[in-house]
């Protein structure tokens, strides 16, 4: 008794892991006779590109393209030279042992392609699915198109924002992101800046002593050009001059230029900027006494070698050039077509710092 129910049990362990082994095996899958028309790219590419979608599923055994022309051209050399028909298909299929075939047709007409995929079922010959879709393209874009019809056809899970932008937008902005609209900034320019440390009370000073009697605080007015040289998805790049008159409330005419590269962020409007400004200012040499006075140098005299001489801003004293490094930060506000930047800055030196805002506004600069 127990033998024979030792043999069944033996029987029924054997049956279940031929099951198994049956149910594990993967479907023999192929790709073949995909009619191409008005594209630059062959038949042959499409399918090895497609059949490397097969392959990624990770689903079926798949066939090479030569073992398929092999195991058919030994029954019909000429079957696969227009092979489109689904009885076609079929015999293909039956003659290279495969479980499914994909085939399809691809046509362009202007910015778009029209893809139609077979998924063929060999054992039942039928067409077990089918799909056409249009997409726009361009060369680069085809393996995503081809990707994404395979998965399509497959019932697999597609990237729903590349099959939109692909099928809605311009083949670009799937792979590149949504096109954001960039923003030029030229336009006028206008705020405060503060002076602080030697600066603020040179200019605090009454103009006998070298000083300009006026407030460390000054209205600025200027404009801004704005050279937009890279844009990348969300950022671009910008090269920046402006030039700018200072001091209008106080009665002074102080020409300044701005020169800037920066990085703006397209979609918040934040901006970074950093490069050199020049201007003009009036400065002298001369000397602190002995009572912290500041006093005009007097070459003939022999004082002056009793103190170190230098060079300090002086309303008294000649023209010059000066330099500096200026760090801007900012954001565009926008009502509309309206856009509002406004921008903080920060001029440091070892005489005095310098930092300020300044605003803007302009219409209908908006770029693509």
């Not at 049956?15 to 042959?44: C, H, I, W, Y």
């Not at 103009?207 to 801004?224: C, L, R, T």
Request: proline share 3%; aromatic share 12%.
């Amino acid at each position: 008794m127990r033998k024979i129910f030792l043999i069944h049990f033996l029987f029924i362990l054997s049956m279940s892991g031929a099951f198994a082994e049956k149910n594990q095996r993967k479907l023999v899958a192929g790709v073949v006779s995909v009619d191409m028309k008005q594209m630059s790219l062959t038949p042959a590419q499409f399918v090895q590109l497609a059949r490397l979608e097969l392959v990624k599923t990770d689903s079926f055994e798949v066939l090479d393209s030569y073992d398929i022309e092999y195991l058919v051209k030994q029954k019909d050399a000429n079957l696969l030279s227009a092979c489109f028909s689904k009885a076609c298909l079929v015999e293909v299929g039956k003659l290279a042992k495969a479980d499914k075939l994909m085939s399809g047709s691809v046509i362009s007409f202007g910015d778009y392609i029209m893809i139609n995929l077979k998924w063929i079922d060999i054992a039942s010959e039928a067409v077990e699915k089918e799909i056409t879709q249009k997409f726009y393209y361009e060369n680069e874009n085809f393996p995503v198109i081809i990707s994404l019809s395979v998965r399509n056809l497959l019932n697999l899970q597609v990237d729903s924002l590349i099959w939109n932008n692909l099928v809605y937008h311009h083949p670009k902005e799937a792979i590149e992101g949504p096109k954001i609209e960039t923003i030029n900034l030229s336009g006028p320019r206008l705020g405060f800046t503060f002076y602080t440390g030697d600066y603020a009370k040179i200019l605090r000073d009454p103009e006998s002593s070298g000083g300009f009697d006026a407030a460390p605080y000054m209205f600025q007015f200027g404009y801004q050009f704005e050279l937009r040289y890279l844009n990348e998805g969300k950022y671009q790049a910008l090269f920046e001059f402006i030039p700018m008159i200072t001091g209008f409330d106080q009665g002074y005419f102080i020409p300044s230029i701005t020169v800037m590269n920066g990085l703006r962020n397209n979609v918040n409007g934040f901006e970074i900027g950093i490069g050199p400004t020049f201007g003009l200012i009036t400065r002298s040499e001369g000397y602190y006494d002995q009572n912290n006075n500041w006093q005009l140098a007097d070459k003939n005299s022999d004082t002056i070698n009793t103190y170190k001489v230098i060079k300090r801003l002086d309303s008294r004293g000649e023209l010059q050039i000066y330099t500096g490094a200026i760090i801007s930060v900012g954001k565009t506000f926008r009502s509309g077509k309206l856009n509002i930047p406004v921008n903080m800055f920060f001029i440091p030196s070892k005489h005095g710092s310098r930092f300020g805002i300044s605003l803007g506004f302009n219409t209908n600069r908006r770029k693509s």
